[in-house]
């Protein structure tokens, strides 16, 4: 999703992992952000973010047309560990590196442990994906997304009786998960959505 400014001299530029990220943090972003000029990236890759990050804005920001804009930075990231876990992500990092007084600020919108983990937010859509039941003892086994990973959704799949494989990126799994679901359970998206409208003003 990439929003035109209008008259708006400031701009949300999002940054994202992967695939995945990008079929779900679009429909995110079309729903709960639709009043925001933005501009996404697919980075592709968690790894050597930060370099990537003041790399692709270096870039971005050089070009005369956006000298006059105010940037304002929000990546969406995975942990890949726990709470406890330091984060690769380093927003300090960029802005030096950058050296630009258009980035007016630089957040990061951070899945623990990774984005599989926010899926079991919506537990019930994934067991009727997946054709398994949803039942008192699967709710209790799944009931802390913040330590479940792609490995026990892979295993989830492999309970369902339609014998599917999880694949990442896959569009049909991602578009029928309950985004209204998930971002409501999950406080570090709802958070982060809050965030990014209060910036521009809409929340």
Request: aromatic share 12%; glycine share 8%.
């Amino acid at each position: 999703m990439n929003k035109t400014l209008g008259k708006s001299k400031k701009l949300a530029y999002i940054f994202y992992e992967g695939d995945t990220e990008e079929l779900f943090y679009k429909r995110i972003f079309f729903k709960y952000l639709r009043g925001v000029p933005n501009k996404t990236k697919n980075l592709e890759t968690g790894t050597n973010i930060n370099k990537r990050i003041a790399s692709e804005l270096g870039y971005f920001l050089n070009k005369k047309e956006n000298k006059g804009l105010d940037i304002y930075v929000y990546a969406f990231t995975d942990r890949e560990g726990m709470k406890s876990d330091i984060s690769e992500f380093d927003g300090e990092a960029i802005k030096k590196a950058l050296n630009k007084k258009q980035v007016k600020k630089i957040e990061n919108i951070e899945a623990i442990i990774m984005i599989e983990s926010w899926f079991f937010y919506d537990l019930e859509g994934i067991c009727d994906y997946i054709g398994l039941s949803y039942t008192d003892s699967l709710q209790r086994t799944y009931s802390n997304p913040e330590r479940l990973t792609h490995k026990e959704l892979q295993g989830l799949f492999r309970k369902g009786t339609r014998r599917q494989h999880y694949i990442k990126g896959e569009k049909g799994f991602l578009e029928k998960l309950d985004i209204d679901k998930i971002q409501r359970k999950c406080t570090a998206l709802k958070e982060g959505i809050h965030m990014i409208n209060e910036d521009f003003g809409l929340d």
